[in-house]
């Protein structure tokens, strides 16, 4: 089956550091990426639409230059949370659309504490 | 209104139970219907994808959609201990990339 990867799966980071995280699919080219969030006892709420070689799609309320995305090849995408606060910390789950089955499989998630 | 509604339970079986889980959604363009499986701490794994009106059956899991009630369901067989998990469903309308979840209907099945 399809495997979509995340590293780190999880980190620690001062107040006003920047975290990258990465997101690979990892048996299949995905032309489009998704980043999640989620909180706790929360659904996932969609945060961006990363689509290989453009800018992503950002959902209404979530700022584009605090959650900068690339996606530069067919198989990774980054997440950098840039100057990063404590109300940042949350789970980031990535998902990687599979386009002969239109279906998007999901990473295993990359939990931030910001201290 | 919710585009999805999902009741967060927590829901607690005895193993070997049907499970019924369900999710109403309000959305007429939603055309084609996911079940993903969360355990704690790990990202959703997909379990069962429809597209039309009608029964999907994987195994110990059925999968049921009624469009025109707006309805969607997930029945697990013989449950056991390791289906314990949240369980979210998640649709998407055609032409659309994203897909929209509900909350997740926390399970627990007891030995």
């Known amino acids: 089956g399809a495997v979509v990867s995340q590293h780190p799966s999880w980190v620690i980071c001062k107040s006003g550091t920047s975290v990258k995280i990465e997101c690979r699919s990892l048996?299949?080219?995905?032309?489009?990426m998704f980043w999640y969030r989620q909180f706790p006892k929360q659904s996932l709420m969609l945060m961006a639409t990363?689509?290989?070689?453009?800018?992503?799609?950002?959902e209404q309320g979530v700022e584009k230059d605090k959650f900068l995305i690339n996606h530069a090849s067919l198989t990774l995408s980054t997440l950098t949370v840039t100057s990063a606060h404590p109300e940042d910390s949350s789970f980031y789950i990535c998902?990687?659309?599979?386009?002969?089955?239109?279906?998007?499989?999901f990473g295993p998630g990359t939990r931030l504490t910001v201290l | 209104q919710k585009e999805v509604e999902q009741d967060p339970g927590p829901l607690s079986v005895p193993e070997g139970a049907i499970v019924s889980l369900n999710c109403t959604y309000s959305?007429?363009?939603?055309?084609?219907f996911m079940w993903y499986r969360q355990y704690s701490r790990k990202g959703p794994e997909l379990l069962m994808y429809t597209y039309s009106s009608g029964n999907k059956e994987d195994g110990r899991f059925t999968a049921q959609v009624d469009k025109s009630s707006k309805y969607i369901s997930l029945f697990i067989r013989d449950s056991q201990p390791s289906d314990s998990a949240t369980y979210l469903c998640a649709m998407k309308a055609g032409g659309s990339e994203k897909l929209v979840f509900g909350k997740g209907t926390k399970l627990t099945v007891n030995p």
């Open positions: 959305n007429s363009a939603f055309q084609y």
């Open positions: 998902s990687a659309r599979e386009a002969s089955t239109d279906t998007q499989y």
């Open positions: 990363s689509n290989e070689g453009s800018k992503a799609t950002y």
């Open positions: 048996d299949f080219q995905a032309t489009t």
